[in-house]
């Protein structure tokens, strides 16, 4: 009876897709990851990048792509500062039970998926199954928010993301950002293809942002006497991996919602299960074709790879898995449409590199947050 019902489950997600699938072969083991190998930021075919000095960061008003030095130390802004006032963190949970648009789905563990035969850019997993979920959100609120006044906010993935509150704590006290709050939610766990992180972060849709909009946002307002803005240029998302391509997505596909990104080592890579006809390479198409196939959206971004990220880390051989060359893609493309972006390509860095984020994140939300008023009687 589990496994009929898990087989009608996975039809259901993926009517309309290759009738071939049917045919594909059970989902396999997931092989070991390779070392991916490091990339030189002068490869050819890379951006043309400026190399700042071991150490630095890239200025905050200025667009384009930078190179940091392999040295990563902590900004100071990272660390609790003696006389800055500090926000307070709540803390809440959901449940799967609760959503009715992520009633949860989870892959069987030891369990990963295969290529379908008939196409490298699609992989067929029959492991995955309705699964409940208990999801954590962590809403940060500063010490200088007049509560019951409307506020500016950031929507972090894969939270709760201590990192980003002691950032705020020191930017928002030395006025380099906008008194805001923050609201950092986990994933429905698992990963990849198959999982209910992978469902809300990969797929090319509107989808996450609404469940955000709907089920999040009121509780945060409701618990917690806030009032979050509903003006898209005092809105951000962030995230790391999946979380950093779900972050883009939920601006592309809700412009009208959010207007500022801020990625590292965006998932900008063949993800995407299941299949989609119109975004049949998942968020590949960003660059390959969505980008730069419409008019410029009033976005502004700011991402991060580093020089030994991801490349082809699952069974599919469709080359597109290398994050370095996707990021990088996302740089020329996000050029040639005119977007105000900053792109940095860090030495000596793994995915979503934690000594990365603990030098950058500072100067990644003053940029991101640029032209916003930072000063709320303003």
């Known amino acids: 009876m589990f496994r009929l019902l898990s087989i009608a489950f996975l039809i259901s997600l993926t009517a309309g897709s290759n009738p071939a699938m049917a045919q594909a072969p059970a989902a396999a083991a997931r092989p070991p990851r390779p070392t991916p190998p490091t990339r030189d930021p002068h490869t050819p075919g890379y951006v043309t990048a400026k190399a700042l000095p071991d150490g630095a960061n890239a200025p905050v008003k200025e667009d384009g792509n930078f190179i940091l030095g392999p ?81 500016p906010f950031i929507v972090g993935a894969d939270g709760p993301d201590p990192a980003l509150f002691a950032a705020l704590n ?47 946002l009121p509780l945060v307002e409701k618990q917690y006497n806030v009032k979050l803005t509903k003006d898209p240029e005092g809105r ?7 979380g950093g ?65 991801n490349f082809n880390a699952n069974v599919m051989r469709d080359n597109m898995h290398d994050w370095v060359v996707a990021n990088e893609n996302m740089a020329k493309v996000l050029a040639a449409k005119g977007y105000h972006y900053q792109f940095v390509f860090a030495r000596n860095a793994g995915h979503t590199d934690r000594t990365v984020k603990q030098q950058t994140l500072p100067e990644a939300l003053e940029y991101v947050w640029q032209g916003y008023p930072k000063d709320p009687r303003r």
């Open 236 to 242: 951000a998302t962030m995230g790391g991996s999946s």
């Open 170 to 216: 020191n930017l928002i006290a030395q006025h380099r950002v906008p008194v805001m709050i923050a609201i950092s939610i986990s994933n429905g766990s698992g990963d990849a293809q198959g999982s209910e992180r992978g469902l809300e972060y990969d797929t090319m849709s509107g989808l996450y942002a609404e469940f955000v909009e709907k089920e999040v």
């Open 71 to 151: 040295t990563h130390n902590p900004a100071p802004e990272m660390a609790v500062q003696e006389g800055v006032p500090q926000g307070t963190v709540y803390n809440f949970t959901m449940e799967s039970a609760d959503s009715k648009i992520y009633p949860g789905i989870a892959r069987e563990p030891n369990t990963y998926g295969a290529a379908d035969p008939t196409d490298p850019a699609k992989i067929v997993v029959t492991t995955s199954h309705p699964a409940p979920y208990t999801r954590r959100v962590a809403v940060y609120v500063p010490k200088q928010y007049v509560p019951g006044t409307v506020a």
């Open 245 to 309: 391509s779900c972050a883009l997505i939920m601006a592309w596909y809700h412009p009208e919602l959010y207007h500022r990104v801020l990625t590292y080592s965006g998932t900008y890579v063949n993800q995407q299960w299941p299949s989609n006809p119109e975004t049949p390479h998942g968020a590949w198409e960003f660059h390959e074709h969505l980008i730069p196939n419409t008019p410029a959206r009033p976005i502004r971004i700011w991402m991060e790879v580093g020089d030994r990220d």
